[in-house]
T-cell receptor, first 108, second 117 residues
Framework: RKEVEQDPGPFNVPEGATVAFNCTYS??????FFWYRQDCRKEPKLLMS???SGNEDGRFTAQLNRASQYISLLIRDSKLSDSATYLC?????????FGTGTKLQVIP | DGGITQSPKYLFRKEGQNVTLSCEQN?????MYWYRQDPGQGLRLIYY???????QKGDIAEGYSVSREKKESFPLTVTSAQKNPTAFYLC????????????????FGSGTQLSVL
């Protein structure tokens, strides 16, 4: 089993739709979690950290489920500019593991 | 403005040639990293350095070498021993690698696309 697994997509959704991605991780000792956004051939950029209590930043909501070992990202009211690859990142002790990314394409 | 600068943006390597990718940061970060990204794959760690004059192999170090003579600089050499070097290379830094288990994040450079002629 991969340390961090994501559905590669692509997820093709119309503008204004709500879309959710999940990411599962295998190491129960993992300590911090992030979602990064990566545009084609660009560097990943931090979208948001993921906290146990769940957290929201505008149209984006991140959740952590430690019991089932997954994190999720919900995007409401999708914009064309949301089209990108979303990377799930899991930090353990001195180790960062990246998921392969989920590609989102928002269609007019 | 503080940040990480990678150069060049595009690099071509001939068969049997060594090439060096540059990474400079002015964030005063102790830890620096090199990742490789292939299409459809996550970022894989090549080398990392927690302090000047010290570096450690990551998950895919074979065919690569690094140096850390200055805190700001962490160049990566792709040697001729790396048989499949075509990839997108990302340099990153963090305040301290030991803090990555907290909410400390990675700062990335803009990447170098390396291709084989």
């Amino acid at each position: 089993r991969k340390e961090v697994e994501q559905d590669p997509g692509p997820f093709n959704v119309p503008e204004g739709a709500t879309v959710a991605f999940n990411c599962t991780y295998s190491n129960s000792a993992s300590q911090s979690f992030f979602w990064y956004r990566q545009d084609c051939r660009k560097e990943p950029k931090l979208l948001m950290s993921v906290y146990s209590s769940g957290n929201e930043d505008g149209r984006f909501t991140a959740q952590l489920n430690r019991a089932s070992q997954y994190i999720s990202l919900l995007i409401r009211d999708s914009k064309l500019s949301d089209s990108a690859t979303y990377l799930c990142v899991v930090n353990g002790y001195q180790k960062v593991t990246f998921g392969t990314g989920t590609k989102l394409q928002v269609i007019p | 403005d503080g940040g990480i600068t990678q150069s060049p943006k595009y690099l071509f390597r001939k068969e049997g040639q060594n090439v060096t990718l540059s990474c400079e940061q002015n964030l005063n970060h102790d830890a620096m990293y090199w990742y490789r990204q292939d299409p459809g794959q996550g970022l894989r760690l090549i080398y990392y350095s927690q302090i000047v004059n010290d570096f450690q192999k990551g998950d895919i170090a074979e065919g690569y070498s690094v140096s850390r003579e200055k805190k700001e600089s962490f160049p990566l050499t792709v040697t001729s021993a790396q048989k499949n070097p075509t990839a997108f290379y990302l340099c990153a830094s963090s305040i301290d690698r030991g803090m990555l288990n907290t909410n400390e994040k990675l700062f990335f450079g803009s990447g170098t696309q390396l291709s084989v002629l």
